[in-house]
């Protein structure tokens, strides 16, 4: 009780504190830090809170590397070239604390337990899986059941004034209306927990479509039920729940474009300026609720501060999103990074000119991926088998075929994701914190960020040098004629044939001797 006392009065004296002081001798916890969201946040807080004690990152052992291998090869990349050049100092502050969201106690050792115990006075909690078709059982355990275990051990730590949890906006999808606070989910997490203790993976299998009922896949589901999880069992804890929608890369920080994976539609807008990907199921007129990692990394930083400064008895809930304030359609997203900047900046290799089209009918779409993915990837693999090749094609577009399939239900539906409490937040922040923590998503030019968007996939995903610009532009040239070229006869032989049916037509009619 008394340790609660003297962080209320800290937090009482720190209303006023800017975000950058608030942070100042504080040491923060973070799970999720290896992946995208996780490692923008590590830089930021390095690099805007320089006075920070120490960043505690949950990690686990991977491809033989251990905890500090691993590290060190996050630290090395080129989102960390700012810090490494001008403060290599805040670097030694990061240490790893060697576990998994997936097991009892995060898979944490009691030493280290209780070192996070003393220490952490803020947690980010970003672990998740994102795979929108992941068996139940591990989007349960990871998304559900880790989020309650990093509970229970905040809840031990002494020192703790605000747990910022990350969510999705989209964990409420079967609402086209979403307002910033929790809604009911049936069953109760606990439940479902239970479920998929005792149940065999096929039974869970045959279950999934039944439970998740009118949500898309088990990751909305089993994020909407983290939230439920916390208003049930964050007990004193200072919680706030930050929900992004669709995160792409980076608007300016520490770099314009900055992109590490292919999730979203990264990797459909990275196959279509390959040209191997012409066909979407796409509604051009809903809105694209896009927003960049490093606005929504800088709103949770400004939200810990709130929630420790600002207590309340309900979880504040945040929807980080571009709809309301700066919206832009899927039409005038793919006009802008296909159409434009795709065939501006060209990827290598590029296969095909770019092009996509965007279609309303199931069916419709489906006659398109035979005829221009499907098609044409057995005659080049059958081309590749020839030459004594590896054929790929197929396989490659079977796996667009099943993202794309992942994704038509956030690109033929649309949401009102309200967002006043993000406002409000960003009102309270003094010019200076607004500036250096912004989040303000009415300050997003579209066409230029999608500039950068697409620069970024060149020069971070695929690893291509600038340098490599001209000839791929050279390229494009030629594969522009070639497209046209091939449309030309295209139109001809349609012509050729319409005109060959019409006369057919008209001698059976009797109007042609």
Avoid at 18 to 44: C, H
Avoid at 231 to 243: K, T
Avoid at 338 to 367: A, E, Q
């Amino acid at each position: 009780m008394n340790g609660r006392v003297i962080i209320d009065l800290t937090t009482m004296a720190g209303e006023n504190t800017s975000v950058k002081d608030f942070y100042r001798n504080r040491s923060i916890f973070i799970t999720g830090a290896t992946g995208f969201m996780g490692k923008v946040l590590v830089e930021k807080l390095m690099r805007s809170c320089p006075h920070i004690r120490n960043l505690y990152l949950l990690m686990r052992p991977k491809r033989g590397q251990n905890v500090q291998e691993r590290l060190q090869g996050i630290l090395n990349g080129p989102l960390f070239e700012t810090l490494r050049r001008d403060s290599p100092d805040q670097l030694t502050k990061i240490i790893p604390v060697a576990g998994d969201i997936a097991v009892p106690e995060l898979g944490i050792s009691t030493q280290d337990q209780n070192t996070l115990i003393r220490s952490v006075s803020i947690v980010f909690h970003s672990a998740a899986t994102v795979n929108f078709d992941e068996a139940l059982k591990l989007s349960v355990q990871i998304n559900t059941l880790g989020t309650k275990r990093l509970v229970q051990l905040c809840n031990r730590m002494t020192n703790v004034e605000a747990f910022i949890h990350v969510s999705t906006a989209y964990c409420n999808c079967y609402r086209t209306d979403v307002v910033e606070e929790i809604y009911p989910v049936e069953p109760e997490p606990d439940q479902v927990i239970a479920l998929t203790e005792w149940r065999d993976d096929k039974m869970l299998e045959q279950l999934t479509p039944i439970l998740i009922a009118s949500r898309p896949n088990t990751y909305t589901f089993t994020k909407a039920l983290a939230e439920r999880m916390l208003q049930q069992e964050r007990g004193p804890l200072p919680v706030a729940i930050v929900r992004p929608s669709i995160v792409l890369s980076s608007y300016r920080e520490p770099v314009a474009g900055w992109a590490d994976n292919y999730n979203g539609p990264t990797g459909l807008i990275l196959a279509a300026g390959k040209g191997v990907f012409r066909n979407i199921l796409c509604h051009e007129d809903k809105v694209a609720d896009l927003v960049p990692v490093d606005i929504v990394i800088s709103l949770m930083i400004c939200a810990a501060w709130r929630t420790a400064t600002q207590r309340t008895d309900t979880i504040p809930i945040y929807n980080c999103c571009t709809g309301q304030q700066n919206p832009i359609t899927w039409k005038k997203f793919i006009d802008l990074s296909i159409f434009k900047y795709c065939r501006l900046h060209p990827m290598d290799n590029v296969l095909w000119y770019p092009d996509i089209r965007c279609h309303s009918s199931s069916m419709i779409n489906t006659l398109c991926v035979t005829l221009q993915h499907n098609l044409p990837a057995y005659i080049l693999d059958t081309l590749a088998r020839l030459k004594g090749s590896r054929p790929i094609m197929v396989h490659q577009q079977a796996k667009l075929s099943k993202a794309a399939k992942c994704f038509e239900y956030f690109t033929t539906k649309q949401w009102n994701f309200r967002d006043n409490n993000v406002r409000n937040l960003g009102e309270q922040l003094s010019p200076e914190d607004r500036e250096t923590f912004m989040f303000d998503v009415t300050q997003i030019d579209w066409s230029s960020y999608l500039e950068k968007y697409i620069l970024g996939i060149r020069q971070f995903i695929l690893r291509e040098s600038p340098d490599t610009l001209p000839a791929a532009r050279s390229r494009m040239t030629k594969l522009y004629w070639v497209h046209k070229a091939v449309q030309l006869v295209g139109l001809i032989i349609m012509l050729c044939v319409f005109f060959s049916l019409l006369y057919f037509v008209l001698r059976i009619w009797g109007w042609i001797v």
